[in-house]
């Protein structure tokens, strides 16, 4: 799969289906999910095998604290420069809230 397009040639950002992505986009190795509590409920399955960083949900959550609270998680699960970091979360749209199927992933 390709990705929809790429942030200064660094992340790769990928549109579809959640395990369709997963499958070809993971490299091997550990992998930790940042998420939010939604994402966490409809994709459980296929996230359960990685650890999990949830987040709050919407705009207001968008703040140092948030970060500083990933930071922390990322020390307890002890996550260093080998992780992969996998950012799963969804648009606030029409689109997202009538089909929960169509998540954004950023790696």
């Not at 959550?61 to 080998?82: A, H, N, P, W």
């Amino acid at each position: 799969m390709k990705p929809a397009f790429n942030v200064r040639q660094q992340s790769e950002i990928f549109i579809g289906p959640l395990a369709d992505i997963l499958s070809g986009v993971l490299p091997e190795g550990r992998v930790v999910v940042v998420s939010d509590s939604t994402i966490d409920r409809l994709y459980h399955s296929v996230l359960a095998q990685y650890d999990t960083v949830l987040i709050g949900l919407g705009e207001s959550v968008k703040t140092m604290q948030t970060v500083e609270m990933i930071y922390r998680r990322f020390i307890e699960l002890g996550v260093d420069r080998s992780t992969f970091v996998l950012a799963v979360g969804a648009a606030s749209s029409p689109t997202w809230r009538d089909s929960p199927h169509r998540p954004t992933c950023a790696a």
